[in-house]
Each structure stands twice: as C-alpha cells, then as structure tokens.
C-alpha cells in the first residue's frame, strides 16, 4: 500500500531543499578531502616500511569495492552515474599514491576504447593511445608502474599478442572491465587490463592461460566453447594456433579439463604457461 502523501503545507520549500543539497555537497567535499589525507598518510606508511614506488593498483579491493558499491545501490540516481563517480575516486587517488599512465591499443575502434579508459580511470591519469596490442605490452613493460588496455576478444588482423605475457617477469593480466557487466554499460567494451605482477592485492577467481596447440580445428574449438570463453588465433603453422584461456580457479572447469577437452578433440598441446589472473565477471540487469 502507498503511504498517503503530505499536505501541501508540510511539504518543504525549495530553499529548503537547496539549502539540504548544498549541506550534502559539502558533507561529500569534506569527506573526499578527508579520503585524501587518509591517502597522504598512507603513502607515508609504506615509505617507511620501504614500499616506495610501483603501481598502488589493487584488483582484489577494486572489484571487492565495486561489487559492494552495486549491491547496495538503491534510488533514482542511474547505477552508471554512481560507478562512474567511484572509479574516478578510486583511480584518481591510486594515481596520487603512484603517477601511472593508461596504454591502450585503440586498433579496434578508438571512441570505444577512449570511453573505456576514461570511465575506468577519469581524465586525471594520462591516456597513451597504440595501434596494437602489442605496443601496449611493450610500453607498460618498459615503465615503472603504468597500466594497459587491451581487447578482450580477437580483433581481426591482430596476433597472439598474450605470449609476451608468458616470462615470469613480464607484464601479467590483472582484471576485466568492466568490472560491473550490463547490456547497457556506457563503457561496456570488454577489455583486459595488464601490468607489471601484482604480488600484493592480486585476485585469482579467474586465471588466464596462453595455450599453444598443434591440430586447431573447428571441432576443438566447439568442444571448448561450454567450458571457456577462448582467443584462438594462428600461430606459426597451418594447423598450429594460439590461445588464450580464461578459466576458474576453483571450479570443475579449469586448465586441466580444458587440456583434456582439446586432447580428446584431436588436438596436441605443445605448452601452456599462465599469463595473468582476474575477478570473476560480476553482472547486472535492470531489474536487479
């Protein structure tokens, strides 16, 4: 039953209203503020304990904190307009912790992977455009701390761009974004995003494999489709081909189920070598 609505005499003025929006406004600039000295504090902390320097990205907290943000979000205010404000907050704050740059391979469609970036990461920390992937993984492995975006499907004409991923020391897949998927995400291009092994604050729901197989074919690629959603692209051989493969860390469908299905399908599987890990991908629909 709807609660019956108030006279119009008990209703409050619009300066009233204005008056209790600029007291929130100021409340929330307070507290950013205050998030901000927590921060410097922060920093503080972990120079003294020798931790200077590096990325502060944490992908466990990240998606931990995004997931909350959703569960708990109620009201008229559109769910994209409240990620968004968080992800600015959250990697604005990060970048102050530890200057980093975004690198993003923009082959594939600029505007989409600008809207990814920006959404992710506000307009704060600088933006790097490539053409490949490739230049992604080289720029990201030659700085200090910085971050790459990639596509996560096979872009036509792109190769196996992962398997400069496979040295222990290399850059490593750390998270999917979106971190919240929705059908009509304003920043919904699904991409992986890399940087230097995260020793501290990784999140392993999810590992990625780089899989290089001899006898590909049409039928081992249907034979994998229910236990992975799999990159093929060619490698080196007219039958031989590159993979990448995401699988559950935990689940009944991991790495040796999907070397096993690919054996079964007639395939030969020549290495496997992990090149990263990520959340387990969150979702959302309107109705939710």
Same mark, same amino acid.
């Given at each position: ?6 006279? %119009?005499? %008990? ?45 502060? +990205? ?25 990620e968004g404000i968080w992800r600015v907050i959250i990697s604005t704050f990060t970048y102050v912790q530890a200057p980093y740059a975004v690198h993003a391979d923009v082959a594939s469609g600029e505007a989409a992977m600008r809207d990814a970036a920006r959404f992710h990461f506000g307009f704060t920390v600088p933006f790097e455009a490539h053409m490949g992937a490739g230049g ?38 750390? @998270? ?61 051989? +007219? ?25 079964? @399908? ?23």
């Open positions: 039953m709807e609660p019956a609505a108030k006279p %119009q005499s %008990q209703l409050p003025t619009l300066a009233e209203l204005r008056a209790e929006i600029d007291r929130i406004d100021a409340a929330m600039h307070a507290l950013l503020m205050e998030r901000g000295e927590i921060i410097d504090t922060l920093v503080a902390v972990k120079r003294s304990r020798g931790a200077e320097g590096g990325s502060a +990205f944490r992908p466990a907290r990240e998606a931990s904190m995004m997931r909350h943000l959703v569960d708990r979000h109620r009201g008229l205010l559109p769910l994209d307009t409240v992604v993984v080289a720029a990201v492995a030659a700085s200090k701390g910085d971050l790459g975006l990639v596509p996560a499907f096979a872009a036509p004409g792109t190769g196996a761009w992962w398997t400069a991923l496979e040295p222990e020391a290399a850059p490593k897949i750390i @998270a999917r974004l979106p971190f919240v998927e929705r059908a009509d995400h304003p920043a919904g291009l699904p991409v992986f995003c890399i940087s230097h092994p995260v020793t501290d604050g990784a999140v392993t729901e999810v590992e990625v494999w780089s899989v290089r197989v001899a006898g590909w074919s049409a039928n081992a690629a249907r034979a994998l489709a229910p236990l992975a959603e799999v990159i093929a692209v060619p490698d080196r051989g +007219f039958d031989a081909a590159a993979l990448l493969v995401p699988v559950s860390a935990n689940g009944t469908h991991g790495l040796e189920a999907v070397l096993g299905t690919l054996r079964a @399908a007639g395939t030969s599987v020549r290495s496997a070598a992990l090149v990263g890990s990520h959340a387990s991908r969150y979702t959302h629909s309107p109705q939710d």
